[in-house]
């Protein structure tokens, strides 16, 4: 109907001049009518929302399929927050449009929009902008982790699987719209949030290409999220990183150091004064002198032959390589410098303590240097 409308229109064009409307009326007109013109296919006229690195990835195929002959993105503009993000870059260095945020008026300009690791909402108006909506590309198996860290809780929690999920936006809550498509990624032992972020960026990036091929098809056959098995992942903060010894398992410790220890060091408390444990080595087997004394969560004890300090917790011992305390430390100097020396003269330390013990004793006063 609108290719119809669209030759008609031609036609005007050629109408002997007296029967021509005005020339600024005919411009506008064609301009809302054009501005209505939408396709139900591709290539689609496409608009981007992103930030950061695991962003990029998707703009880096969208750009690909632009400049190629798959006939799936016609035009590709972006909009990105202040400073110098890593999708602002990119789209500099690839001389795509940028647009600032809050976005001005875009109707008619676009078919669907497309939102990676914005980390704001879309009003209700915007979104309606978009003749075909606008899409999320999510790294997580949606309703599960739903919220702005779902990689880090995927690794935090110990997830055997996880995946991306393409979803189509809806107003005023995030990641809670229904779902076109999904692939499901085995999560590797061993791996960092970041190592897994890197390749749900890429698979969640070619899932988005896939979805935009056929894009009528997936959104007839949306389904809507179920709330069984909806779970939150909330934003990464220090709070975190404190260790409890007397809590946590080997294998606890050792997520939480895969899942936030590349941004945020994990820390613990000697004698009042907040360490940062640094160059985690997972779990250590190690030999006490006296086997029937069971020693409290936090003991550190010195490993000369792999120059570690290893520290109980509640079902084992964990290794460090290094510390930082004023300045960072490794294992020996640590020994030689503060354990040694507390064990020599019989302090009540010789061990890490937790923060939430420390601040019992404390009074609730808190502690120096803590954030």
């Known amino acids: 109907m609108w290719w119809s409308a669209g030759r008609t229109a031609g036609a005007c064009l050629r109408m002997p001049h007296l029967l021509q409307p005005p020339s600024w009326r005919w411009r506008s007109s064609t301009k809302r009518l054009c501005s209505r013109m939408s396709s139900s296919r591709p290539p689609w006229r496409l608009l981007f929302f992103g930030s950061d690195e695991f962003a990029v990835e998707s703009l880096k195929l969208l750009t690909s399929s632009r400049n190629a002959n798959e006939g799936i993105v016609e035009t590709l503009e972006v909009v990105t927050l202040p400073g110098s993000v890593p999708v602002k870059r990119f789209a500099q260095q690839n001389r795509l449009t940028l647009h600032g945020w809050p976005l001005h008026d875009v109707t008619g300009q676009f078919d669907v929009g497309v939102v990676v690791s914005f980390g704001c909402l879309l009003n209700e108006a915007l979104i309606k902008k978009f003749p075909h909506g606008i899409l999320n590309v999510h790294p997580s198996l949606l309703p599960r ?165 290893a520290v109980c917790c509640k079902d084992g011992w964990v290794g460090f390589k290094a510390v930082l305390l004023k300045k960072r430390l490794t294992a020996a100097d640590f020994y030689n410098g503060y354990l040694h020396q507390s064990v020599q003269k019989s302090w009540p330390g010789g061990k890490f303590v937790s923060r939430k013990t420390e601040l019992r004793q404390d009074g609730g006063r808190g502690l120096d240097s803590v954030t």
Not at 263 to 268: F, G, P, S, Y
């Open 145 to 309: 982790w739903r919220g702005p860290a779902p990689v880090f809780h995927t690794i935090l929690h110990g997830d055997a699987v996880t995946g991306v999920t393409i979803m189509q936006i809806r107003p005023h809550r995030f990641d809670v719209g229904p779902v076109l498509n999904q692939e499901l990624h085995p999560v590797p032992q061993s791996c960092t949030a970041d190592q897994l972020g890197a390749v749900l960026a890429v698979k969640g990036a070619h899932l988005l290409i896939d979805t935009l091929k056929t894009l009528s098809e997936k959104m007839e056959n949306r389904r809507e999220q179920s709330q069984t098995g909806a779970t939150f992942a909330p934003k990464i903060t220090k709070s975190m990183s404190w260790v409890l010894w007397e809590e946590q398992t080997c294998d606890q410790i050792d997520r939480l150091y895969r899942a936030i220890g590349s941004r945020i060091a994990l820390r613990t408390t000697w004698d009042g004064r907040t360490v940062k444990l640094l160059e985690f080595v997972g779990r250590c087997h190690i030999s006490l002198a006296d086997e029937r004394r069971k020693p409290d969560p936090g003991s550190v004890s010195y490993q000369k032959e792999s120059d570690t300090l």
